[in-house]
């Protein structure tokens, strides 16, 4: 059987376990201020998607070799040797690591697949957040309220839905109005699409900054996306949803690009509708 004593350690002397100490702690602390300086001389040549992986990248090789270096040639640590030394022990004790080293796997297909990067703006959860830090382990996300969501990697590779819209084309937004029984219904229909054309947050009206992505998306191969190809058929859509004796309801749909903007847009819709509908005496349902 071999030795509990030579299985782990190979004869290490007390200078070699405090050269030991100060190696993992120089590791921590080089790694740390390394990647600190990365993000600061980056950021200001490149996005965050480009210089954090970077940054990051550096920071694990760094503690991976500060690691290897303390245990390997200062404590000459056998790992193969101490498990078969311990037996059952071994496997006990590494039972507790084996969640940490699934988040770790995951981060690292997270890494090659990309569903998202920092900056993207995404909704887990039902809740809309910008992913703030990808890290080895877990990623970090910011709510639009300001609360900070800390989810294992491993939850994204099993089930956890996450919705970009980032990396999406255009989001579409779905509203119903109801007006009663007696109004004009074709007044408040052509009220509706007017103000929707009017607003420049509202396909097809596109500011000249985003015209350019707009294109792009548009000319991708036929079936890439579910959207029209042609930015034209992106015209607000106005029919009638359904009708009782109570009321007429009207569904209006129509696409933006920008989901932070959609309470916004939806807002101003609501207040020009209200003014309209008073000014041409259509009552609500």
């Excluded at 190696?23 to 980056?42: E, H, P, R």
């Excluded at 109005?177 to 509706?192: C, L, V």
Aim: glycine share 4%.
């Amino acid at each position: 059987m071999v030795s509990l004593d030579t299985a782990f350690l190979q004869s290490v002397s007390w200078p070699e376990i405090f050269l030991f100490l100060f190696a993992v702690i120089f590791t921590f602390v080089f790694g740390s201020v390394l990647n600190f300086v990365l993000i600061k001389y980056l950021r200001q040549k490149t996005r965050p998607d480009v210089y954090k992986p970077v940054s990051k990248l550096v920071m694990y090789t760094v503690y991976a070799l500060g690691f290897y270096f303390s245990f390997q040639r200062i404590l000459h640590f056998n790992l193969p040797a101490g498990l078969a030394a311990l037996g059952v022990l071994g496997i006990a004790l590494l039972l507790p690591t084996v969640p940490i080293l699934q988040n770790i796997a995951a981060g690292i297909v997270l890494s090659f697949e990309r569903p998202f990067r920092e900056e993207d703006v995404v909704e887990v959860n039902g809740t809309l957040c910008k992913v703030k830090d990808i890290m080895l382990r877990k990623t970090r996300f910011r709510s639009m309220d300001g609360k900070i969501i800390t989810l294992p990697n491993l939850s994204f590779i099993t089930g956890t839905p996450i919705i970009n819209y980032s990396r999406g084309e255009f989001i579409k937004i779905v509203l119903v109005i109801d007006i009663a029984p007696d109004s004009d219904r074709n007044k408040a229909m052509d009220i509706i699409k007017q103000i929707c054309t009017d607003n420049p947050n509202i396909l097809p009206n596109v500011p000249e900054k985003k015209l350019n992505m707009v294109r792009r998306f548009l000319e991708v191969p036929k079936n890439f996306f579910t959207i029209p190809r042609n930015i034209k058929s992106l015209n607000p859509q106005v029919t009638i949803q359904n009708v009782t004796k109570d009321k007429i309801g009207i569904e209006v749909w129509f696409w933006t690009w920008d989901i932070l903007m959609k309470e916004k847009i939806v807002s101003a819709f609501y207040s020009r509708l209200i003014e309209e509908f008073s000014k041409a005496g259509i009552k609500f349902g």
